[in-house]
């Protein structure tokens, strides 16, 4: 039961980092659109699963994208599954990741 028609998932483990990036994007595009329930069942655990990505544009991506994401997930959601992966990626070796999943945590 995928509330659309494009399986986003089958992207994120895509060998061309570029597809991961697509995936990412088309989440953050769609996720006001899907709703609540269909952003944190079906489209926060691709996001989560990008964030220890081997590309650092891709990880700080993640950020982002969480970033627009966290108002749509719920509290209990976002303490169990979010924060930690943030808290993380807070100890990032690309400055950017820091940056913008400092963002992030900023909007939890």
Same mark, same amino acid.
């Given at each position: 039961q995928l509330a659309c028609p494009l399986d986003l998932g089958c992207h994120s483990v895509h060998k061309n980092y570029l597809y991961r990036m697509t995936t990412l994007f088309s989440i953050a595009a769609l996720a006001t659109a899907v709703g609540s329930e269909v952003v944190t069942a079906q489209m926060l655990p691709t996001v989560l699963s990008l964030s220890s990505d081997p590309v650092p544009n891709v990880r700080f991506n993640v950020a982002k994208t969480l970033s627009a994401l966290i108002p749509l997930? *719920?509290?209990?959601?976002?303490?169990s599954k979010v924060k930690p992966v943030l808290a993380?990626?807070?100890? *990032?070796?690309?400055? *950017?990741v820091q940056y913008f999943s400092q963002q992030a945590l900023e909007l939890c």
């Open positions: 997930i *719920d509290k209990a959601s976002i303490e993380k990626m807070l100890e *990032d070796v690309d400055s *950017d």
